[in-house]
């Protein structure tokens, strides 16, 4: 499998991922001491709606075209936890037609001050020749051809002692039946702990194998309490899925999140509900809508339970 995530850009998974990844640069936002983003996973950084691999598979239409029509006649607390990521969109669309969907790169730039920086990952050669064609030239941000996973240890503990990192692989492994990337980020997820505990981090994940992505939660969860310390109310699982999620096309999708930033779980717990609503894509005729989300800690249960 060859991921292009041009052709995903926008999606209902895009929208959660950017969502939250926006109010944790909010909350950061909210001190002066600098802070650090660090994405192991860039990608090309911003992507042409119109351009031909979106409209290939325009994913985007059916969610943030969505929030682009209908996000003004949400109720206010939802308004207030999409407010810094429509804020972002509309940067980027002064003229209120959906052109160009920000990556999380671009996404960071555009949030962060002039203290702060941005440290940016990405294997592929010709990917990362674009991203840095689109932000390269910030004097904040720094663009390295590698693996990301290869390289997160490396970067931390950052020297601002604040920040955030952003683990958002393909998981091309998927539609073979390896599960490779959820064990690299374990194994990831261990060692930067272990360099930098205080740092907010975001583990992206499919809700495809529903299976692999429990024993993550869970593995994930025994490693950084039992191993790293980490406090059991500091792990949060945060999900939305559109349609009944399984195998096929991507229909679930969320975050395993690491020390979440004081308020960001109020503020999901308003925005998930409204979010499943306004995404639904149940197949018509079924009856009953298959959209969800949820919000809950990662603690494992206790063997037995």
Wanted: charged share 25%; proline share 9%; hydrophobic share 45%.
């Amino acid at each position: 499998m060859n991921y292009r995530h041009a052709f995903h850009a926008g999606n209902f998974a895009d929208v959660l991922k950017h969502a939250v990844l926006c109010l944790c640069l909010e909350r950061l936002n909210a001190k002066p001491a600098p802070y650090r983003i660090i994405d192991t996973h860039a990608g090309v950084g911003s992507y042409d709606l119109g351009g031909e691999e979106a409209e290939r598979s325009p994913e985007w239409r059916e969610a943030v075209g969505r929030l682009w029509v209908a996000g003004g006649g949400a109720p206010p607390d939802v308004i207030s936890a999409l407010a810094p990521y429509m804020t972002q969109l509309h940067r980027l669309n002064p003229d209120g037609a959906l052109r160009v969907y920000p990556g999380s790169p671009q996404l960071a730039a555009l949030m962060m001050r002039e203290q702060d920086a941005l440290r940016l990952c990405e294997l592929h050669p010709e990917t990362c020749v674009r991203l840095k064609e689109t932000i390269g030239r910030d004097r904040r941000v720094r663009i390295e051809e590698r693996n990301g996973f290869d390289a997160l240890a490396a970067y931390l503990p950052p020297p601002e002692r604040r920040g955030l990192v952003l683990v958002d692989p393909p998981f091309e492994e998927i539609a073979s039946g390896r599960k490779a990337d959820f064990d690299r980020m374990i194994v990831s997820a261990k060692k930067a702990v272990r360099r930098w505990p205080g740092g907010i981090y975001l583990f992206w994940r499919p809700l495809k194998d529903l299976e692999a992505v429990e024993d993550f939660d869970g593995r994930m969860a025994t490693v950084l309490i039992e191993e790293m310390g980490v406090a059991a109310d500091k792990l949060l699982v945060v999900d939305l899925w559109v349609r009944a999620p399984g195998p096929g096309p991507l229909a679930g999708a969320g975050l395993l999140i690491c020390n979440p930033p004081f308020g960001l779980e109020e503020k999901l717990r308003a925005l998930l509900p409204w979010l499943a609503q306004a995404l639904d894509q149940t197949p018509a005729g079924s009856g009953i809508s298959e959209a969800g989300w949820r919000v809950v800690s990662a603690v494992p249960e206790p063997e037995g339970a």
